[in-house]
């Protein structure tokens, strides 16, 4: 399931798409498009355009302003579990920044084993007035488009949240760390890999109770987390972590050979460095 990064790195291809007009949109799936019945998004979109990108943990919004100028409903983008943004430019403009006609492609990375893509895997599609759009590819049909997202609910984003935000949300509590950390309103963006990730690098069992942790030791894990996200943001997801592929039946830790473990956390499965991490 997409996490932090691979929706930050859906927010940037959609910023391909900004400030062109757009055409027609095609939101004829229903189940993607709910709760707006077919054309609804359309008809609120049409003839204007995307002014900027936004995410807050996994969940990604637009802004807009319609036709004459005003500003316009927000457009939320959810990828759901292996949801992509792909985003094409000016339809035979050879010296655009699409020079070549391959799509910007933002989200879950394309495994190596995966089927061919399929047209009717697109469920949404936004057609600027230059002949370039932006495609929603969901072969589960587990995304959703729709106008008006609430955010309200999320807690400061993960890969942006301040050291006084982190200590007041994370450093309470008898609830396991982990459980803490993929808890969406105490703070937006983290899943079960990038959880792992950040306490194997913080070397942090994952059930350690929150409100255990010293300031020192909360500041140290916010630190740990950040640079955990900015690192898969800028290899292209969370799957690039150093510890991810050890995260398997008879693995050893990259960092000091001990056996890796396996268990529930939070009510996730959940793995650690049998040394480093232990309770």
């Known amino acids: 399931m997409p996490e932090l990064p691979e929706v930050e790195n859906a927010r940037q291809v959609v910023e391909k798409a900004l400030d062109r007009v757009i055409a027609s949109i095609d939101d004829t799936d229903e189940f993607v498009c709910r709760p707006h019945g077919p054309g609804e998004i359309d008809q609120a979109l049409k003839g204007g355009r995307l002014t900027a990108a936004h995410r807050r943990g996994k969940t990604m919004w637009c802004d807009t302003v319609t036709a004459d100028g005003a500003d316009g409903p927000s457009l939320g983008i959810h990828l759901g579990m292996g949801g992509r943004i792909f985003v094409t430019g000016p339809s035979g403009d050879a010296e655009s920044l699409y020079a070549g006609g391959d799509p910007h492609v933002g989200g879950m990375p394309k495994k190596a084993d995966e089927r061919p893509d399929k047209p009717e895997w697109d469920r949404f599609r936004m057609t600027f007035d230059d002949g370039g759009e932006m495609r929603l590819f969901d072969k589960r049909r587990l995304g959703r488009v729709h106008l008006e997202p609430d955010v309200d609910a999320l807690g400061p984003d993960a890969a942006e949240i301040t050291r006084d935000e982190f200590r ?9 760390i982990k459980a803490k950390l993929l808890d969406q309103s105490v703070l937006a963006g983290v899943g079960n890999l990038l959880a792992d990730e950040t306490l194997w690098e913080a070397k942090v069992s994952p059930s350690r109770p929150a409100g255990e942790f010293s300031v020192a030791e909360l500041d140290a894990l916010r630190t740990t987390l950040r640079k955990a996200a900015r690192d898969a943001i ?3 997801g969370v ?4 510890v991810i592929p050890h995260r398997a039946k008879d693995e050893t830790c990259p960092r000091c050979g001990a056996p890796m473990e396996r268990g529930t956390v939070g009510g996730r499965t959940t793995w650690w460095c049998s040394a480093e991490q232990a309770d």
Not at 168 to 176: H, N, Q
Not at 239 to 242: A, F, L, N, R, S
């Open 168 to 176: 007041a949300r994370v450093g309470k509590g008898v609830v396991a």
């Open 234 to 236: 800028k290899r292209g």
């Open 239 to 242: 799957h690039t972590g150093e």
